[in-house]
């Protein structure tokens, strides 16, 4: 009896172990304030994303045109001064690139696509899209390398004409490539989203935790978790831009009607959030085990911000939010070639300024929403 008795009213004396007490509730706060602190660097990142994506479609169309009108002046007065500058000649090998990169797409029969992809069976089908997201993830990786050899060799005098041909076929191959890719993906994602039996989809949200294995318990120093950020917004606004996509793609089908909203709505929105609970289970443990503030985010808020400022300085050796594009991974062209190509089969407007109109009228919100260099 007396043990009995000693057990149930025996007490505890916290406050001789305050300092191991404090140091967990220190860490459980870090645990539940970190997912706040990574949305603030998301929605940052995701809208300079989104303003150098919008750059593709309206100002670097401006400014080839006006690269060429100036070649065609030069030449024609026969200038003493360069034809070209290299910010011009950058801007009309981008355009180019851009346009040979959405034709080439537009030969590819999407509907026989879709058709040949919703045959397959499910674990077929789940290995495919594993597989295009590594080959995304690579491609990526190199391609803003690749075209900055082809800027290098066309803006470089000393280089032949043969080895700028070379590159710009190079180039040329990689963005076809990376937005066969882009195109693929999208329409297995269509396929998951229009299919009857929803366990491709639900694969396919469940594979985002399975990525929580191979990074929760690792060692992750500050910079590695820089890289990790950046990487995980260009993910997510690849995966807006991919449900954008759908979306377009579903609503075709559907004669506009957007009444079909009410059944495509709740898989994208299940599909995005999935993809958010997984980045922030995974910072908020990754900023646990590894003792990392979260006021880490606003360090690296200000990483992007200051890479941001530089790139829009007139006289800079980078293009328009180069820097930034450049830590996230996050190449603009081949993203372009699929969703112009989209628009161009989706939608019908009178002649070609529909559609410059049709992807112009965002632009001005974003840089709205963007606070000019001088404020940061």
Known sequence: MRYLFAEVSRGYLLEENEQMYTEKQRRFHTFMKTPRELEKLMVFGLFICLDTFLFVFTLLPVRACLAVLTCVYRLVTCCS?????????????????????????GYLDTSALYHVIRGQ???????????????????????????????????????????????????????????TVLLVEAVTLNVAINSHNKALLTIMISNNFVELKGSVFKKFETDNLFQMSCSDIRE???YMVLMLVVS????????????????????????????????????????????ITPDIYQK???ILS???????????????SDLVSRRMGFTPLPLGCLVWQTVNQSLTFPGISGKLFLVAMPAST??????????Q
């Open 81 to 105: 001064q360069s034809v070209l500058e290299p910010s011009q000649k950058c801007d009309i090998i981008r355009a180019t690139i851009l346009v040979v990169g959405s034709v080439g797409l």
């Open 306 to 320: 200051r890479d941001l400022a530089v790139s829009r300085h007139r006289n800079v050796h980078s293009e328009h």
């Open 366 to 375: 974003v840089r709205q929403l963007i606070p000019p260099p001088g404020g």
């Open 248 to 291: 377009m793609r579903n609503l075709e089908q559907f004669n506009w009607d957007y009444s079909h909203l009410e059944t495509l709505v709740p898989h994208i929105v299940l599909v995005l959030c999935g993809e958010v609970v997984v980045d922030w289970i995974k910072h908020a443990f990754i900023t646990k085990f590894n003792d």
């Open 236 to 238: 997510r606004f690849h």
């Open 121 to 179: 069976s499910v674990i077929k089908l789940y290995v495919m899209y594993n597989m295009l997201e590594i080959f995304d993830r690579l491609l990526a990786s190199i391609g803003q390398d690749t075209l900055d050899s082809l800027y290098w060799v066309a803006c470089d005098r000393n280089k032949s004409y043969f080895a700028a041909v070379f590159y710009f076929v190079i180039a040329n191959i990689y963005v076809l490539t990376h937005s």
């Open 300 to 302: 690296y808020k200000a």
